[in-house]
């Protein structure tokens, strides 16, 4: 992302701090499951959130890429293509590992941005913390009343889709920059590539994966999400509706 991010005590970020903390006091923990688009930001407004509720509680942030199939799997089942895709979640293991999270501890297993597939070495044991934030995709909407296996509160990043494409193409370079000096990056293979080449190639990739997976199977769920959060362009966030107050 070009340009300075929000800090944790950003307005925005403090008040949807605030609303959470508010939402945990009558629990042991508060999970979160925060989801949105590809490239909308989610880990970052993880990682503020997490900042600004560090001084009275304990807050564990994890990214749901973890629970993606394995590469091999996904090859095997010819879904490489639709890798982010519901059906590229192991959504059985999230659950359970949501159910034992709430029973004490868990293991939340992680996947590499860097070589594009499940790392075992990342993996996380987690002590039940006062907050889990739990951002990423593959998640369902909310059921009518809590689930052992899913979020207490399903919170949707809001954001224009051409501020999104942007960012993507932002974080896409990126990547491919870090490449020239890491050679098991799976940014690797596009190195061949001009940087003209890179946004051509990145556009497609965007317009033919992570745009249908956005419409289809993500947007829904800011219809049913608990609390919807807006981004503008200069990655200011704020409340910007609020279905259980």
């Known amino acids: 992302m070009t340009g300075s991010l929000p800090p944790s005590s950003a307005p925005g970020v403090v008040d949807i701090a605030s609303r959470l903390a508010e939402l945990r006091a009558d629990r042991d923990t508060l999970i979160v499951g925060l989801t949105g688009s590809v490239a909308s930001g989610k880990t970052t407004l993880a990682g503020q959130l997490a900042d600004a509720l560090d001084d009275h509680h304990s807050v564990e942030t994890v990214s749901t890429d973890g629970f993606l199939f394995p590469n091999a799997v996904l090859s095997e089942r010819e879904l490489m293509m639709r890798k982010g895709f519901p059906e590229t979640y192991d959504r059985d293991a999230m659950a359970s590992a949501i159910k034992d999270l709430r029973d004490g501890a868990a293991d939340f297993p992680a996947h590499s941005h860097i070589t594009y597939d499940i790392d075992t070495a990342l993996t996380r044991r987690i002590e039940r ?3 889990l934030l739990l951002e990423g ?12 296996g899913k ?3 399903l919170i949707f990043l809001d954001a224009e889709i051409d501020h999104i494409e942007s960012w993507f193409l932002e974080r896409f ?4 920059v870090a490449a020239k000096d890491d050679p098991s990056s799976f940014y690797a293979q596009f190195l061949h590539m001009s940087e003209d080449e890179l946004v051509v190639f990145a556009r497609s990739v965007w317009s033919g994966i992570n745009l249908p997976n956005l419409t289809d199977h993500i947007l829904p769920l800011r219809e049913t999400a608990h609390i919807v959060v807006s981004k503008d362009e200069d990655h200011t966030v704020q409340i910007a509706e609020d279905r259980l107050s």
């Open 129 to 131: 913390p006062d907050l």
């Open 173 to 176: 370079k990126r990547f491919w």
């Open 137 to 148: 995709l593959g998640f369902t909407p909310p059921a009518p009343q809590a689930e052992p």
């Open 151 to 153: 979020p207490d509160v």
